[in-house]
């Protein structure tokens, strides 16, 4: 009979008692997972950032960086978080189930435990990560999907990353949840997704758009949305992939969303999309100064097409440097 779940999976256990790792083991190993082992919490961030496991089994009370901690720290981590991570811990009290659940375990047994409840926690929560591991698989290939369309044209290569990358700096700086700021970061390489179905003839048209030809390129918001509305998974990044060329004065499209109707990540990717734009050289625009983009993207607010309080919050992060100095210096580099 096959095992129900792939024997490669490697398993870390994280306790400074020989005993309890040695009971762990001997549960587990036989059913052909890959086991290794960290007496102490600095061990295990060690083992972890060298090559991940694909499921922990944490001790709640060790001596130095306790369970919580190690946990907290994984989670917080964008390399790390969708590892499985099960407490072990003799503490009965729901207090302490409850800092476990904050510090983002994603289960708990008490100790003693039973042989069969360990191996049945586990295998379903491999189970689950196999599931998120695939998923994650087909966001990757939607996003290589945008990064196509991206080399459609040479003259924006990196602008998906730099999209990505701005956009979450400046999430981060207003506060967005980890799951916003994922969304940002999907959404960066996501957004344009639906020039896909887009004729290249309008595409890369040089003279002006028809009135039947814009017509379609309008239409690329919707059937973005539409490729990537089957995951689930991109439930956030739908809003910016729909609304990214919506105008804060209503006349955008594609449904004329105005105001704080428009979604804050899609006003995001909008700002930071256009100021990319404008530093950016192409074969009939040379790259413009900053200051005059601040100028231009300033204007455009005042026109009522984006939101005047978050360009003013954009270009006061890029002039006091913030977070995004090392992407502006990059930028400058290449630039010049």
């Not at 009979?1 to 792939?6: C, D, I, L």
């Not at 270009?315 to 100095?325: F, P, Q, V």
Request: with cysteine; aromatic share 6%; proline share 5%.
């Amino acid at each position: 009979m096959e095992s129900e779940y792939p024997p490669c999976r490697k398993i870390l256990i994280v306790d400074d008692q020989e005993a309890n790792v040695m009971l762990v083991e001997a549960t587990l190993a036989p059913q052909g997972y890959q086991i290794i082992a960290a007496r102490n919490g600095e061990r295990a961030l060690d083992l972890v950032a060298a090559d991940p496991p694909d499921l922990i089994l944490l001790d709640v009370m060790m001596p130095g960086v306790t369970g919580y901690e190690v946990c907290a720290q994984l989670k917080e981590d964008e390399r790390t978080r969708l590892i499985p991570i099960i407490m072990l811990t003799s503490l009965g009290d729901l207090e302490d189930k409850i800092r476990g659940i904050e510090a983002g375990a994603d289960d708990f047994l008490t100790k003693p435990f039973h042989h069969a409840e360990l191996s049945a926690r586990v295998r379903s929560l491999l189970k689950l990560k196999q599931f998120t591991d695939e998923l994650e698989q087909a966001e990757d290939v939607l996003c290589t999907l945008g990064l196509s369309v991206e080399a459609k044209d040479a003259y924006t290569e990196g602008h998906c990353e730099r999209l990505s990358q701005y956009s979450v700096a400046l999430g981060q700086s207003l506060g967005l949840s980890a799951e916003q700021l994922k969304a940002l970061r999907r959404g960066g390489y996501l957004h344009d997704l639906g020039k896909i179905a887009i004729p290249e003839s309008i595409l890369n048209k040089k003279t002006e758009l028809s009135q039947e030809e814009w017509g379609v390129m309008q239409e690329h918001p919707v059937i973005g949305e539409r490729i990537c509305k089957p995951l689930k998974s991109l439930k956030l990044v739908l809003p910016i992939i729909r609304h990214h060329h919506e105008r804060w004065d209503g006349g955008g499209y594609p449904d004329g969303l105005k105001g704080q109707e428009i979604p804050l990540t899609a006003r995001i990717i909008q700002i930071v999309d256009i100021y990319d734009a404008l530093v950016t050289a192409r074969p009939y625009k040379l790259s413009l100064a900053r200051e005059r983009v601040f100028t231009i993207m300033r204007k455009e607010a005042e026109r009522g097409w984006r939101d005047p309080e978050l360009v003013e919050h954009f270009i006061t992060l890029l002039e006091n440097g913030a977070s995004l100095i090392g992407l502006e210096e990059e930028r400058s580099a290449l630039l010049h």
